[in-house]
């Protein structure tokens, strides 16, 4: 199984991004999918997750009415857009597959990306 993630970069505050994530090696669409991040000493902490069709997707606090993730089954990729990006969204972003297919926050995840790098400066 691959994730690979990629549309990190170095941004300014307020600018948008969106962050891709390509899969591989698993039937794309039996798997809830999340977006997760870990900034620079600070653990690892849930963005937002989407559900096996799409039907079903939560937001962390911190990113909610800024980001929006969705999925295209056909194509094995789910994507994360993230508007008015600030200072505090600098981190790397992991993509990851859950068996859960209403995957959420607390929701097992069997399968990582390696990460891509998302710096926003002031």
């Known amino acids: 199984v691959q994730l690979q993630a990629s549309g990190g970069g170095l941004v300014q505050a307020g600018d948008s991004l969106r962050l891709s994530c390509a899969a591989s090696g698993l039937t794309f669409s039996s798997y809830g999918m999340g977006w997760f991040r870990q900034a620079p000493g600070k653990e690892r902490e849930f963005v937002a997750s989407?559900?096996?069709?799409?039907?079903?997707?939560s937001y962390a606090d911190s990113v909610k009415g800024r980001v929006s993730i969705s999925r295209d089954n056909a194509k094995n990729t789910v994507d994360l857009r993230m508007n008015s990006v600030k200072p505090e969204d600098t981190a790397v972003y992991y993509c990851a597959a859950s068996r859960t297919i209403l995957a959420g926050r607390d929701s097992r995840y069997d399968y990582w990306g390696q990460g891509t790098q998302v710096t926003v400066s002031s």
């Open positions: 989407i559900s096996w069709r799409g039907g079903t997707r």
